[in-house]
């Protein structure tokens, strides 16, 4: 079943803000191969579930994706630029990327850290924004449900409000492609909600902003995620349509163990009895 596709990208107007085609990648200090025949195109107002194991590939797929490395072979092509071809610091510069591993200094307020985002810089440059810039960092705020906390320092803010604080930095650049590594990571319940429902509606009031999340847990996909895609031990499992992928026997023969899926209110929920699938 391996490299199955269900369903197909949506036909929508505009180019493909990601197209790959037959990518590997190799790390030749262990001759090991992390990804390979990797097939994938991402539209305009398109987002994305990235779903898989442990070392599937994911966090290499999102790096291609992020222009923070190459393909040993194939063709990766992001915003219309091939990578190996285009200067990947300006490259870097029109994608958003948000992962919770990110360094940012606590001290900062949460206004100045969505600053930060308009020079790409972890410190603030204090000379490079006018008053246009300021008043987009606290519009940005407001658009991810966190108005309030502009003046209190990002160290005291809890795991969701800083999740929400790094999607308004990544947004100063005015993305087409925006990538969320695993956003939810350590969450409550209330936090992980709020956090679900400021990206739902970032979807609403952003119609061509394609995005890529990276989770384990289907609990945590927006309603607006239309398509998934699964990756296993490298390589494309499925993808398409996120009804046609998050099935119970494609979910099941992917991970190696019996998952049910349910699905009600546009949210997502996997369980597992237990039992590991037969390959």
Request: net charge negative; glycine share 10%; hydrophobic share 40%.
């Amino acid at each position: 079943m391996a490299g199955q596709t269900a369903g197909h990208a949506a036909d929508g107007s505009g180019a493909a803000v990601v197209h790959l085609r037959d990518v590997a990648v190799r790390r030749h200090t262990v001759d090991h191969l992390i990804l390979d025949g990797i097939d994938w195109t991402v539209r305009p107002g398109e987002h994305w579930a990235l779903l898989g194991a442990n070392g599937a590939g994911k966090t290499t797929l999102l790096r291609l994706l992020g222009a923070l490395t190459h393909p040993t072979t194939g063709t990766v092509e992001v915003l219309g630029s091939r990578l190996g071809h285009v200067d990947v610091r300006e490259l870097r510069a029109r994608i958003g990327h948000v992962t919770a591993a990110q360094r940012v200094p606590e001290d900062l307020t949460a206004h100045t850290v969505v600053l930060t985002g308009h020079t790409g810089t972890v410190q603030p440059l204090w000379r490079t924004y006018d008053d246009e810039v300021r008043q987009r960092a606290g519009a940005l705020l407001s658009e991810l449900g966190v108005k309030e906390l502009g003046d209190r320092p990002y160290g005291v803010c809890s795991g969701g409000q800083r999740a929400r604080v790094l999607i308004a930095r990544a947004l100063m650049a005015d993305p087409a492609l925006l990538l969320l590594d695993e956003p939810f990571n350590a969450l409550d319940l209330p936090s992980r909600e709020d956090l679900i429902e400021a990206l739902h509606q970032l979807a609403e009031g952003r119609p061509r902003l394609a995005t890529v999340t990276v989770t384990h847990h289907l609990e945590e996909l927006s309603p607006a995620i239309g398509h998934a895609l699964l990756l296993r031990e490298g390589r494309i499992f499925a993808q398409g349509e996120i009804a046609d992928v998050l099935t119970d026997a494609l979910l099941t023969a992917c991970f190696g163990r019996d998952i049910t899926v349910t699905r009600r209110d546009g949210r997502w929920a996997a369980h597992s009895g237990g039992r590991t699938a037969r390959p």
